[in-house]
């Protein structure tokens, strides 16, 4: 017996990585506008200033961003991070290819990233939330599951059997065996998202002949591993895992390149 796919988005909300304005060097609150940057929601003063940090090239926002945070993130700022990106190759509204028009626009809606092929796009998804977060929120589970490597509950333990219950945290899916473990991973998405990335990287084995996706080279016997969008993905050092992070979807849909997604049945 077949029950219902249960999908919910869940908003990660956090605060801004600054309590300044990078611009004019006053203080932020809650309430500023902000600007995300390489998947981090930078806070402003004002919407001058807002303006200001948008006309800048994608380097100087990263060199910005790099001054504002410490060096090494804590762990949950990234886990946070990393599920809000968006990872999908296509526009949720037109369809076509993110680079389809160029230089793809990326917003904060809804406590995740969308990106879109041209900022035109914003205003009709904005407009219709409901509608595009179910669109996206069904690509996610489209593509996600084909490489979701667990067939047992997370909170349970339970096999997840024939029609297990599909949860969208941020842009990434969680499978879970009921509606109450699905209303659990909801009501509190980080631990279980730890759990989670335990479970894929145990399962995801690093191979003799695995290579960097960022330089080519072997990955040594020290590599580094980050888990993005149910991948584990593993670099040779930490200068290559700092560019996986900075640009998640580029990296996952080059691993997916490498690894073509084939349908995987839950069971």
Known sequence: MSISTFIAAIVLAFAPVNTQCPISGKAVTPDSPTVTIDGSDVAVCCARCQA??????????????????????APEAIEITLTKAYLLPGCPLSGKGIDSMGKPATKTIGGREVMVCCP?????????????????????????????????CIISGRPLGEAPVDVVIGNRLVRVCCDRCAAKVSAAPLPHLKTLDAALLAKTPQKPDDTCIVSGRPLGASPKAVVIGNRVIRTCCGNCLKKVTSNPREWVLKVDARTPIAPKKAS
């Open 52 to 73: 200001k940090v948008n006309a800048m090239d994608a380097t100087a926002k990263t060199a910005m961003l790099a001054s504002l945070v410490p060096a090494k993130l």
């Open 120 to 152: 035109g796009c914003f205003k009709r998804i904005e407009e219709n939330q409901d509608k595009y977060n179910a669109k996206i929120n069904t690509k996610i589970v489209e593509r996600q599951r084909k490489t979701y490597p667990l067939n047992t």
